[in-house]
């Protein structure tokens, strides 16, 4: 698989804010098991400038580069599209629950808050972990 050079960097800043992304809920969640509010109101908010940051420019490089065909064979092959598709699923369904979660913890409604949140941050923590995984198995582990 040849990428235009000046496009070549894309994926491994996709992945980078993707794992950025994951270490903030994961630091984000133990803010508030802490009780830290502050802390873990800042922290969510770097994640969701993070994951903004990530759809931005992934949307940006798929639309100059197009689709990017996996390279793997075998047993391999049902195991990426079954991630890649869980993956890209919940990442649609994830869009309006950070939203909406970001918008109950920033009006201080906390119980509504945490209702949403406690599907939202495992959703969210699996596909940050998941685009990076997709990243490696089609930009490193399995390429031509």
Do not use: K
């Amino acid at each position: 698989m040849v990428v235009d050079p000046q496009y070549a960097i894309f994926p491994v800043i996709n992945a980078s804010l993707n794992g950025l992304a994951a270490v903030l809920l994961l630091a984000g969640r133990r803010f508030i098991a802490q009780q830290r509010r502050e802390a873990h109101r800042n922290t969510m908010i770097a994640a969701f400038v993070t994951s903004s940051l990530f759809l931005i420019s992934y949307l940006y490089y798929h639309a100059h580069v197009g689709s990017v065909a996996f390279q793997g064979h075998g047993l391999v092959r049902p195991i990426y599209f079954t991630l890649l598709i869980s993956h890209m699923i919940l990442a649609i369904v994830l869009v309006p629950m950070v939203l909406l979660s970001l918008r109950r913890g920033l009006a201080a409604r906390y119980a509504a808050h945490r209702a949403i949140a406690r599907w939202t941050y495992p959703i969210w923590l699996y596909v940050s972990v998941t685009g990076v995984i997709v990243y490696l198995m089609l930009y490193q582990w399995f390429t031509a």
